[in-house]
């Protein structure tokens, strides 16, 4: 179906960044207590992946 289609792109495009995150972000075991540090530190990774892709994506 056209819309499952669709919906497995956008699906593999959030994965891929949260696979990111677990490898090389070090997500995949926090070592941070408390809820606000570790959104601190998974907002802090996703910026670090938005840096790591944006040579690609300006390239593009």
Do not use: C, D
């Not at 997500?27 to 992946?49: D, G, H, K, P, W």
């Amino acid at each position: 179906h056209e819309s499952h289609a669709l919906s497995q792109k956008h699906r593999k495009r959030i994965e891929e960044a949260f696979g990111w995150a677990k490898t090389v972000g070090g997500m995949a075991q926090t070592v941070y207590r408390r809820i606000e540090r570790v959104r601190s530190r998974f907002i802090l990774t996703m910026v670090a992946n938005n840096l790591a892709r944006l040579p690609r994506l300006l390239a593009a």
